[in-house]
C-alpha cells in the first residue's frame, strides 16, 4: 500500500529539514557516550581505594606443576603466597624493606651452542 508518491509510509523517514535526521542520531551518540564516561569515571573514583595500596608482584618461585611461592607488594607490606590447583595459602606477611625484597635480576641460561661457545672463550681467555 504505497502512500502519496509511492513511498512505503514504515519505511519513509520525515525530518523538517534534511539533514536533521543524521544530526539528531550523532548528537544522540555523543549524548550517550559521555554518559558512559562519566559513569566509568564516578565508577573508578568509589573503587579507588587509598593511595600507595597498589600491588605489584615481586618475585615467583615455582615448585612443581600448577605450584608456586609468590612475594606480592600491597602497599607497605609483603605477602608470602603458596598458590597451587585453584587455591591459596597465606605463609607470611612482612612489613617491605627495600633491600631485602627487590627482585632478583634476570641471568640468562647458558644453553645454546653459541652459549656454550662464548662461555668456552670466555672462561678460558
Known amino acids: 500500500m504505497p502512500g502519496a508518491g509511492g ?4 519505511l519513509a523517514v520525515e525530518t523538517a529539514v534534511g539533514g536533521l535526521a543524521w544530526l539528531k542520531l550523532v548528537g544522540g551518540l555523543v549524548v550517550v557516550f559521555t ?14 581505594g587509598r593511595p600507595g595500596a597498589a600491588a605489584a608482584m615481586i618475585a615467583v618461585h615455582a615448585v612443581g606443576p600448577r605450584r608456586a611461592v609468590e612475594l606480592l607488594r600491597c602497599g607497605d607490606e609483603v605477602f608470602t603466597l603458596y598458590r597451587y590447583e585453584q587455591s591459596v595459602v597465606l605463609l607470611d606477611r612482612a612489613p617491605f624493606d627495600p633491600a631485602r625484597h627487590v627482585p632478583a635480576t ?9 652459549d656454550r661457545l662464548r ?6 681467555a
Do not use: E, H, I, N
Open 106 to 114: 634476570p641471568t640468562l641460561p647458558v644453553g645454546g651452542l653459541l
Open 119 to 124: 662461555a668456552r672463550r670466555a672462561g678460558g
Open 7 to 10: 513511498a512505503v509510509p514504515f
Open 35 to 48: 554518559l558512559l564516561l562519566l559513569f566509568l569515571k564516578l565508577l573508578g573514583r568509589f573503587q579507588g
